[in-house]
């Protein structure tokens, strides 16, 4: 079955060229890569354009900033594959992920799957430590180990299922890759051995970006929601979380990593809150 991976890009020059080359060495052959630059102002089509794919197994879509979600919804219509397969372009793989990853699927025991082998790509750095501690999970690790079997959040899934539900909801910010999930009324599962690497924000100003990015969702229970989420990073609880956890790992730094990104992620429900913007 023809596998179609799907990226969407925003500003992504950092790693976009890293993550191309490393589907380059992909095992799994019968594949295609579809890349959407959602309105980028840097110089991502450049380092797109660097990566030399063939063309027969290459796309480059353009789109202005509409967010992530409607960029995943064009790249999946113009896709040829019959399989579908959502990644970030901050994201590098073992050569046989997509194998792995797509072999339930092809199996016919599951519409779509995802992966519990996703491991932190900058562990060296810093602030990407501090993202994973803020987040309860191991240094070195993006999912907990006792990570369930079943998720919302498709990796790869059924292009004709995915089609049949309308693809992802473009207005649910942040929160869109949980929309196949709901509207299919199933989780996906679990590929065993599907290993790959995934970045954290790696300076203070791509944590406060990343943080004010996340928090412009829509919270159950509404503007009580996000009353609550506001109150979780209200700044004397974040001093106090940030000193308790700095000591704890013995982090001087997280202090200063726990007050910008709860900086972040208050700016981003008041803007949420007052002025309707979700993430994209």
């Not at 020059?13 to 579809?34: A, H, N, R």
């Not at 072999?103 to 790509?121: H, M, N, R, W």
């Not at 501090?130 to 987040?135: G, T």
């Not at 679990?190 to 970006?209: C, M, Q, R, T």
Request: with cysteine.
């Amino acid at each position: 079955m023809k596998v179609s991976v799907i990226i969407p890009t925003h500003n992504e020059e950092k790693v976009i060229g890293e993550c191309l080359e490393s589907l380059k060495l992909q095992s799994y052959k019968d594949m295609e890569v579809v890349v959407v630059d959602d309105g980028s102002t840097d110089n991502s089509k450049v380092k797109i354009q660097k990566s030399k794919f063939k063309s027969q197994n290459f796309r480059f879509l353009k789109q202005s900033h509409k967010g992530v979600g409607a960029a995943r919804n064009l790249g999946s219509e113009k896709a040829s594959g019959e399989i579908l397969v959502f990644v970030d372009a901050d994201m590098t793989f073992a050569e046989n992920f997509i194998t792995k990853l797509v072999q339930p699927i092809i199996d016919q025991k599951t519409v779509g799957t995802f992966s519990k082998e996703e491991y932190l790509a900058n562990k060296d750095n810093v602030w990407a430590r501090c993202w994973n501690i803020n987040r309860g999970l191991p240094l070195d690790r993006m999912l907990p180990k006792n990570y369930p079997d079943k998720q919302k959040v498709f990796r790869a899934i059924k292009k004709s299922a995915f089609e049949g539900v309308g693809g992802f909801d473009e207005q649910a910010g942040y929160t869109d890759d949980y929309s196949l999930s709901d509207k299919l009324g199933v989780k996906a599962v679990a590929a065993p051995g599907a290993k790959f690497y995934h970045k954290n924000p790696d300076s203070l100003k791509e944590v406060f970006i990343q943080s004010r990015w996340v928090a412009k969702r829509k919270y159950k229970l509404g503007i009580v929601g996000s009353g609550i989420a506001l109150v979780r990073v209200f700044l004397p609880l974040s001093l106090i979380l940030g000193l308790i956890l700095a000591t704890y790992h013995l982090l001087p730094k997280f202090v200063i990593f726990k007050l910008i990104s709860d900086f972040g992620q208050f700016v981003g429900v008041l803007e949420y809150m007052l002025l309707g913007k979700v993430a994209k």
